[in-house]
């Protein structure tokens, strides 16, 4: 019998803890029949296994299934979208976990913009993460905002960001569909005027003035002693300039050499106040001449004392 036994032992590694549990060859003392029940134990022990394998396979798909639906929901109903307007990311609040939070904020050569708005601009708060900062689109976040020219970012691990901006400092004053913006010097729209702080910037109206506040600021200073009586720059067909003037008088100036015109212009305030008198326009297009046109009461006086003036010799009394 134990000659028998002892090969279908050996054919069974899987189970030799038994043997060494139990003191040996289990099989050496057992009666004849007990192949057959060892086979009937194997045979349990594996349907066992297997349901037990089953079960967890189950288990696990039933896990997945019930968090993606509670993910499902999440989405659908908002939470999720609160809880990462709140905290971030999920991989913000992983970094964050592991020590690479944002902690520290340098911010340096602002000039107009605070500090706040600078961040809110930037996209920044605190539920970001230094490891997951995207220093370029930082960047171009920044340098999207008129005010600032340019911005450079710098992450210093573990926990520290620089930003240093380039302000774009207020040039002149525009005005176009009847709205009124500060510009920089390249002509940008910094912001809407909201106050009198910069009202003694140089004033230009008129589609593409802005681009040309350069052009309009070497007139006034042509105009020397006159450009404190300039209120505006009117660009006319993208092509020439008026100046008004602050009591009213428009003066037409050629597309060529504006500026030269307005020296001229100086010089007729200097020798006659021409300014001064009952006019509405000088039109100083044509090389060396200067055309005023009378107000209407000015004008309807000269008539009346050209009809009052005695009429020269020929004439009926």
């Known amino acids: 019998m134990k000659e028998m036994l002892s090969p279908f032992a050996a054919s069974r590694p899987a189970y030799a803890g038994d043997d060494a549990r139990f003191g040996g060859p289990i099989y050496a003392e057992l009666p004849e029949r007990a192949p057959r029940r060892k086979l009937r134990r194997r045979?349990?022990?594996?349907?066992?296994?297997r349901l037990a394998a089953k079960r967890g396979a189950g288990l696990v798909l039933a896990t997945l299934f019930l968090s993606s639906t509670?993910?499902?929901?999440?989405?659908?109903?908002?939470?999720?979208?609160?809880f990462i307007a709140q905290n971030g990311s999920p991989a913000d609040l992983f970094a964050r976990a592991v020590?690479?939070?944002?902690?520290?904020?340098?911010?340096?050569g602002q000039k107009e913009l605070t500090p706040v708005e600078i961040l809110e601009a930037a996209g920044i708060s605190g539920r970001n993460s230094l490891l997951l900062l995207d220093a370029h689109e930082v960047r171009e976040k920044l340098k999207a905002?008129?005010?600032?020219k340019d911005a450079d970012v710098r992450k210093l691990y573990p926990n520290r960001l620089m930003i240093e901006i380039v302000e774009r400092a207020p040039y002149g004053l525009w005005q176009k569909d009847g709205q009124v913006v500060i510009i920089a010097a390249d002509g940008t729209a910094i912001d809407v005027m909201r106050d009198q702080r910069f009202a003694d910037l140089p004033f230009v109206v008129g589609e593409g003035a802005n681009k040309r506040v350069s052009e309009f600021l070497k007139i006034l200073e042509a105009a020397g002693e006159l450009r404190s009586h300039v209120r505006a720059g009117v660009l006319v067909s993208e092509r020439r300039w008026n100046l008004k003037l602050n009591n009213g008088v428009d003066v037409k100036l050629p597309e060529t050499d504006p500026a030269a015109a307005a020296a001229s212009l100086a010089r007729l305030q200097r020798e006659g106040r021409i300014i001064e008198k009952d006019i509405v326009a000088i039109d100083m297009r044509m090389p060396g001449r200067a055309i005023a046109r009378l107000s209407e009461d000015a004008a309807n006086a000269r008539a009346e004392a050209l009809a009052r003036k005695p009429k020269g010799k020929g004439g009926t009394t």
């Open 43 to 49: 045979t349990r022990m594996g349907f066992l296994l």
């Open 70 to 82: 509670f993910v499902y929901g999440a989405v659908r109903g908002g939470q999720y979208q609160d």
């Open 99 to 108: 020590g690479l939070r944002l902690d520290a904020i340098t911010i340096s």
């Open 145 to 148: 905002v008129p005010l600032i």
